[in-house]
């Protein structure tokens, strides 16, 4: 059963953190569902290392192509790479929120941000955004001529994806939307930006839960992380390939009707 259970994490937090309809949520409500403990942000924030991975995997050579050069270039690169710059920038927001949550509200992030409620209006405020940014028609940004104010504004809104609900994936990307960049290019800077967000999120909550998650089952765990991986992959190329020529109608309307049922049934 512990196996099992692991495995529903991972497949959970593979699917839903990249297509926008918030895995933090999906963990937790999913989770009563099946009538499993809610894994908590400490434990989500580690399965999400799998997702990490994955997207290192997918972009392992369209984005970062450092294979063949030097240690000297690869450090010019990542100095004066736009790309690189624009991901930090973006990543300050959530590195300010998220620790001032994490050190000052600790409780709160517990019992109110992760309550059903607010879940559920939550992801009936998602979908009013997300058909706002899917009407928007000015599509000619993108990773190559995008401002660094647009990375800052994307990053700012991904802070607020440290509200279970928001999905850091449809918070940035919709914002990409709005800002008027293309689809393809507004779905890869919010894979992209995610990755140091997850990685920081998972780094953080194993040092200050370091005791709990120790005494977690070893080969379990490994088995959660290795299918979040896995459904990451696959959500990744799914969205990438679904979102190019469809838009976000689909996720606004599943949005909608998880508020709902979360509201009539718990």
Do not use: C
């Amino acid at each position: 059963m512990e196996y099992l259970e692991f495995i529903i994490y991972g497949l959970i937090q593979g699917l839903t953190e990249f297509i926008p309809i918030s895995s933090t949520a999906h963990l937790k409500i999913i989770s009563l569902f099946f009538g499993i403990d809610d894994p908590g942000p400490s434990l989500s924030a580690v399965i999400q290392l799998g997702s990490v991975f994955a997207l290192a995997w997918y972009f392992r050579d369209n984005i970062f192509k450092l294979k063949s050069k030097s240690s000297k270039k690869i450090f010019d690169y990542i100095l004066h790479s736009r790309l690189m710059w624009s991901i930090f920038i973006g990543t300050i927001p959530i590195i300010l929120m998220g620790g001032s949550v994490k050190l000052f509200f600790p409780y709160f992030f517990d019992e109110v941000l992760r309550s059903n409620l607010l879940i559920a209006l939550v992801s009936f405020l998602m979908a009013i955004f997300m058909y706002i940014a899917d009407r928007s028609e000015k599509r000619s940004i993108n990773l190559k001529n995008h401002n660094y104010s647009d990375s800052f504004l994307i990053g700012l809104s991904q802070a607020f994806a440290i509200i279970p609900g928001f999905s850091r994936s449809g918070v940035t990307i919709s914002t990409a939307l709005v800002l008027g960049w293309e689809r393809t290019d507004a779905a890869k800077f919010s894979f992209l930006l995610g990755m140091p967000a997850i990685s920081i999120a998972a780094i953080v909550e194993f040092i200050s839960s370091f005791y709990e998650l120790f005494s977690l089952s070893f080969f379990p765990l490994i088995a959660g992380l290795t299918t979040a991986f896995l459904s990451s992959l696959f959500a990744i190329d799914l969205l990438l390939k679904y979102f190019s020529s469809n838009g976000l109608k689909l996720f606004i309307i599943y949005r909608v009707l998880f508020g709902v049922v979360i509201l009539l049934y718990l």
